[in-house]
């Protein structure tokens, strides 16, 4: 019965996993783009306004429409930057995206510094730098004036909104400032500006969206897909809000005292987080001024540290704290390697000689305690059928022979439950370690990727159109590490050692489906992991055997 059923269990695995690889990915339409003005932040001069030949292209594709029901053409307006690109639209004359040149990576986020019922309107291009760009908007009632600054040292800007009330309709209090809009929609469509393959697409779950207030950090992972349950609305002072998926993060620091935040889903693809700046009064010519600090880069706390504004809170593991620092002190000892040893695919070589061989006592513990366990079985057996009618004296019967042969019925499990934390800590550092990306080590290009030796013409199911070798290695290692576990069992009883037999063939099979397309960096680790437990495998087959 337990091998049908952990067959049943590994099988169900296999088929799900495999649905996920083969069945096809819908394809959306593409995205139209709008041709846009680029301002390179090396240019030695300024440009107060664009000059008549530099083209800013605008088009009724992209048409929306106001508040009012006037039609609205996009303009989009790039100024580059040595870490950054920056495109700040007309319409509401918000950041609509920042791309991260070294990673080639664009955040699922628009609307950036946005101001409340002021969304859809155009905006005029005031001013206009090498790392500046200022926009206008002016009725009856108001003057908005929105200025990005781009760093030159690092991946942060600088957002200054100022506001001011020119008549007694002018209501300043109930101004709210859209930090940011997460918008998944572009993410999906394969030909969106925030791209769309199937690595991006499978690193959803992985987004999370945080606000930092006074009062705690709220944090919603698995941020792609939104409904009316996400709405919140809390006063309270906000230090920051952010946005996180694997390796990357995009904070706002507001420079101003607020009130409160509310997160309001637009649809199930988009939500908007807005900050409420503390309240002002509603007056004539009142002036108003909202600035932030932007961070827009990797995830590693050595740059979010650099800040002093408690960026480097956002970075988070595991919700359980125990997993979460024990992850965070792996991180640190592989940071500490890498600077000793620069490479990367050394650094996680020498982590896994360091862990397991921390935790080998702990390990060949459970060994030795699953030996006895398995050398008693044939009396245990015995005594089931023997008191199968008297559970409790079976027990009794049972302890007597555990304690008579010094064996402890959960040696075998506790100290593998000791270094489960490790294990999953290490796991998500690995992951999610974009130090990991693009490093390379012995024939492996990227270590955050599958290590794919070589691409075949033809795509096939499974494993697609790429040969990966080192779920292959792992594979072959976990089976000689499987075999040699069977030999060393001490058990008489024939059906044990024939579901052992079983396993040795389907987990190794189960396992290599599973990695195939893990980041190679992680697969590098487990390969490891395995190599050494067969070592410790092959050293118990030379010991005595329990009788």
């Known amino acids: 019965m337990e091998k049908r059923f952990l067959l049943a269990v590994i099988l169900s695995f296999m088929t799900l996993y495999a649905w996920q690889v083969v069945s096809p990915k819908p394809v959306k339409a593409p995205i139209a783009i709008n041709k846009t003005e680029t301002i390179t932040a090396q240019q030695d001069k300024d ?29 989009v307006v790039i100024i580059e930057g040595e870490k950054l690109d920056l495109s700040i639209s007309n319409i509401g004359g918000v950041l609509d995206s920042v791309f991260i040149k070294e990673y080639d990576e664009t955040l699922p986020l628009t609307n950036i510094g946005s101001v409340f019922g002021f969304e859809n309107v155009e905006f005029v291009l005031k001013e206009q730098t090498a790392r500046a760009i200022s926009y206008t908007f002016e009725d009856e009632n108001y003057l908005i004036n929105k200025t990005y600054t781009l760093s030159k040292e690092d991946y942060s800007v600088k957002m200054d909104i100022s506001i001011q009330g020119k008549s007694k309709m002018s209501n300043l209090s109930e101004m709210a400032i859209g930090a940011y809009t997460i918008d998944m929609s572009s993410l999906d469509n394969n030909t969106g500006k925030f791209g769309g393959d199937a690595e991006k697409n499978r690193d959803k779950s992985l987004n999370e969206y945080v606000v930092y207030s006074t009062k705690e950090m709220l944090r919603k992972n698995n941020a792609y897909k939104f409904s009316p349950k996400d709405r919140v609305v809390t ?3 906000v230090n920051w809000v952010g946005f996180r998926n694997r390796y990357y993060c995009a904070i706002f620091k507001p420079l101003f005292d607020t009130k409160g935040f509310s997160l309001n889903p637009v649809d199930k693809e988009r939500l908007k987080v807005e900050i409420e700046p503390l309240s002002v009064k509603a007056e004539k010519e009142q002036h108003v001024a909202y600035s932030f600090v932007c961070y827009f880069g990797p995830e590693k706390l050595n740059i979010l540290k650099k800040f002093d504004l408690s960026f480097e809170k956002i970075r988070r593991y595991y919700r359980f704290g125990l997993f979460d620092t024990i992850a965070k002190f792996i991180l640190s000892i592989m940071n500490l390697i890498y600077s000793i040893v620069p490479n990367w695919g050394v650094c996680i070589l020498l982590i896994s000689i360091i862990i397991y061989f921390s935790m080998y006592p702990l390990t060949k513990r459970s060994m030795v305690s699953m030996k006895r366990m398995q050398a008693m079985q044939p009396k245990v057996n015995a005594l089931k059928e023997k008191y199968k009618n008297n559970p409790q004296k079976m027990n009794e019967e049972m302890m007597k022979v555990y304690k008579e042969n010094k064996i402890n019925p959960l040696g075998g499990c506790l100290p593998m439950l000791l270094q489960t934390p490790v294990f999953i800590g290490l ?51 976990m089976y000689f590490q499987q075999k040699l576990s069977t030999q060393n069992m001490a058990s008489a009883d024939p059906a044990q050692i024939a579901q052992q037999k079983m396993m040795s063939k389907i987990f190794p099979l189960f396992l290599g489906f599973i990695f195939y397309k893990f980041a190679s960096g992680l697969t590098l680790y487990f390969t490891m992991f395995y190599f050494f437990s067969t070592f410790t495998q092959w050293k118990m087959s030379k010991e005595p055997k329990v009788v």
């Open 427 to 477: 796991y998500q550092v690995l992951w999610r370690s974009v130090s990991l990306k693009g490093a390379s080590f012995l024939w492996i290009k990227d270590l955050s990727a599958p290590d794919r030796l070589f691409l075949l013409p033809k795509s096939f199911p499974i494993i697609g159109n790429e040969i990966n070798i080192l779920p292959l290695i792992m594979m072959i290692v």
């Open 47 to 75: 440009t107060s306004l664009l000059s008549d030949n530099q083209k800013t292209v605008t088009s009724n594709e992209n048409a929306s429409l106001s508040t009012s029901g006037a039609v609205l053409n996009k303009t």
């Open 235 to 237: 006063q309270d002072s």
